[in-house]
């Protein structure tokens, strides 16, 4: 018998359009995929070298269940030094991945029938951390026109004697969108009227960054600290993904609870990712600026190349390595075969079925007319996505 709490979640769509994409291209089908979330380029030698020595020097065994207390000082360090953010380290707990954070921050701090606002295009898995912890998602439609930014009105809006929390990313996934201060001041000046509700901030993009400096809400609403639950960790900016390795900081209550939760759960992270971690954030920055700047090429060649479509349209966005093109003019559109795309979904497996391109589209996103491609590959491979993505709209009535 399966509980009712898994049947009512749903799949991961990114990790559905890989699967199928891997599929097509184990039975000799040639693929370009732009639906992984993650970097292209391998983790820095530093840090597997430090990984290496864990391993040789014995740290093989369990660590505290918040983490080793030299890397959470590491993270406190890294919170002062790059965010201008005052924390102890108890206001930290390392987890098993970012997505580990921000699932069991909602288990911590939702019951049954809370309201989490979640401004839409969203991460895929927040609607469905908020149903497994038997919470509610209102989910708050933002715009192609305003670059999908969450407005100070439309927060108030959503807000009722309900919401406990509010999901921010920043830069986002699935749109790359980065919120500036004035942004984030609107925001806070909106949330500072209502003390019962928690703000999640996921900043797991942090380090990919273009034209402005990443902004924190806490680097402009200092006051609304004890309510914020900073989310961030290793895989984006360090080319980490496969080590696992994320954390929180936040008010003392809430890191209790998180890692009572995390206790019973998975404990602590491996002891050798956590040895990688602190090489990572005591070590200088150079080689994570390095992948910047050829994210930040790619970002200019795939907009250009997007927006050069006729029907298609691109911002440019912050940060990041996603673009999340409008592609509602071709919603509607027939096959040659007959058949009707009424959805990006119906586009993203057309695309993937007859042209071999794998995007993830913007119906798992909670944003209908949009679909996500990441540039988290090579120049060569993108300018065949394009190429290919062209001729599949080109062949559409």
């Given at each position: 018998?399966?509980?009712?709490?898994?049947?009512?979640?749903?799949?991961?769509?990114?990790?559905?359009?890989?699967?199928?994409?891997?599929?097509?291209?184990?039975?000799?089908?040639?693929?370009?995929?732009?639906?992984?979330?993650?970097?292209?380029?391998?983790?820095?030698?530093?840090?597997?070298?430090?990984?290496?020595?864990?391993?040789?020097?014995?740290?093989?065994?369990?660590?505290?269940?918040?983490?080793?207390?030299?890397?959470?000082?590491?993270?406190?360090?890294?919170?002062?030094?790059?965010?201008?953010?005052?924390?102890?380290?108890?206001?930290?707990?390392?987890?098993?991945?970012?997505?580990?954070?921000?699932?069991?921050?909602?288990?911590?701090?939702?019951?049954?029938?809370?309201?989490?606002?979640?401004?839409?295009?969203?991460?895929?898995?927040?609607?469905?951390?908020?149903?497994?912890?038997?919470?509610?998602?209102?989910?708050?439609?933002?715009?192609?026109?305003?670059?999908?930014?969450?407005?100070?009105?439309?927060l108030e809006k959503a807000i009722t004697h309900k919401t406990r929390l509010l999901i921010l990313c920043s830069p986002s996934n699935p749109t790359g969108f980065c919120y500036s201060k004035s942004d984030m001041e609107g925001l806070a000046e909106v949330l500072r009227k209502y003390p019962d509700v928690m703000i999640l901030s996921d900043e797991i993009y942090e380090y990919i960054v273009f034209e402005e400096d990443h902004v924190s809400i806490l680097n402009v609403a200092p006051d609304l600290k004890d309510r914020v639950i900073l989310v961030n960790g290793f895989s984006k900016g360090f080319?980490?993904?496969?080590?696992?390795?994320?954390?929180?900081?936040?008010?003392?209550?809430?890191?209790?609870?998180?890692?009572?939760?995390?206790?019973?759960?998975?404990?602590?992270?491996?002891?050798?990712?956590?040895?990688?971690?602190?090489?990572?954030?005591?070590?200088?920055?150079?080689?994570?600026?390095?992948?910047?700047?050829?994210?930040?090429?790619?970002?200019?060649?795939?907009?250009?190349?997007?927006?050069?479509?006729?029907?298609?349209?691109?911002?440019?966005?912050?940060?990041?390595?996603?673009?999340?093109?409008?592609?509602?003019?071709?919603?509607?559109?027939?096959?040659?075969?007959?058949?009707?795309?009424?959805?990006?979904?119906?586009?993203?497996?057309?695309?993937?079925?007859?042209?071999?391109?794998?995007?993830?589209?913007?119906?798992?996103?909670?944003?209908?007319?949009?679909?996500?491609?990441?540039?988290?590959?090579?120049?060569?491979?993108?300018?065949?996505?394009?190429?290919?993505?062209?001729?599949?709209?080109?062949?559409?009535?």
């Open positions: 018998m399966i509980s009712q709490r898994a049947q009512n979640l749903q799949p991961s769509a990114t990790l559905k359009v890989t699967g199928r994409a891997k599929e097509l291209k184990r039975e000799g089908k040639s693929i370009v995929s732009l639906s992984a979330g993650e970097p292209d380029f391998k983790t820095p030698k530093y840090i597997c070298d430090a990984a290496i020595k864990a391993i040789n020097d014995g740290q093989h065994g369990y660590t505290m269940n918040t983490g080793t207390p030299e890397l959470r000082d590491s993270i406190v360090a890294k919170l002062k030094r790059d965010n201008g953010l005052e924390y102890d380290a108890s206001q930290i707990i390392c987890s098993n991945g970012a997505k580990q954070s921000v699932g069991f921050a909602v288990l911590a701090t939702i019951n049954k029938g809370d309201e989490v606002i979640i401004p839409a295009p969203y991460w895929v898995s927040y609607p469905e951390m908020v149903r497994l912890a038997e919470g509610e998602s209102v989910v708050v439609r933002t715009s192609f026109e305003n670059d999908f930014r969450l407005t100070p009105e439309q080319a980490m993904t496969g080590w696992r390795l994320g954390y929180l900081a936040a008010h003392s209550d809430v890191v209790k609870a998180v890692s009572k939760i995390q206790s019973q759960e998975t404990s602590a992270p491996s002891s050798i990712s956590q040895a990688a971690g602190l090489a990572a954030y005591t070590n200088d920055l150079d080689e994570v600026h390095a992948m910047r700047e050829e994210f930040k090429k790619r970002r200019n060649f795939m907009v250009e190349s997007l927006n050069s479509i006729d029907g298609v349209s691109c911002f440019t966005p912050g940060g990041a390595f996603y673009v999340f093109p409008d592609i509602s003019s071709y919603l509607g559109s027939t096959t040659p075969s007959g058949s009707t795309i009424k959805t990006s979904t119906d586009l993203c497996l057309y695309l993937l079925d007859e042209y071999g391109l794998a995007c993830v589209p913007g119906d798992a996103f909670g944003e209908p007319n949009g679909l996500r491609m990441s540039y988290a590959a090579s120049i060569s491979d993108l300018e065949e996505a394009m190429s290919r993505f062209k001729k599949g709209l080109g062949s559409l009535k």
